[in-house]
């Protein structure tokens, strides 16, 4: 696998077809096949208890999964997910940023299979892993 967009253009690209999301996330570490994504945490991202909320964890795998396809396909902001699935596996912890390491398993000309753990930052054990699958548009 080739990645067609670097961390610097993968970012521009989100921020443009994403303006929701810019501060929310950005890359720690982006290699062919693999992206570590940091979900930048906030309180609007907490839950009662202090914890990191259920949404805000999938949301990180999903943005990273996302990130990777687009960092091999280039701009195919049309690409969407068409699968997950999640599993809670610890508590997350509130004061720590969280970080998604994603991989991907396939990619192919109309799907995208994609594997996320996410960790608090500075632990070793996961939180929670996620697998993501994701339709591509057929070139026009």
Known sequence: MQLVFETPQLMTYLEEVFPQI????????????????RLNVQERHLRPGGTVSGPSMFALADVAVYALVLAHLGGEALAVTT??????????????????????????????????????????????????????????
């Open 22 to 37: 810019n501060g929310e996330f950005s890359v720690d570490a982006l290699r062919p096949g693999e992206i570590t994504m």
């Open 83 to 140: 699968n997950a699935s999640f599993d809670f596996m610890r508590k997350p912890e509130g004061g720590r940023d969280l970080l998604g390491q994603a991989r991907l398993l396939k990619l192919g000309r109309t799907l995208a299979v994609g594997d996320v753990l996410l960790f608090s930052e500075g632990k070793a054990e996961p939180v929670a892993r996620s697998t993501m699958t994701y339709s591509i548009p057929p070139k026009r």
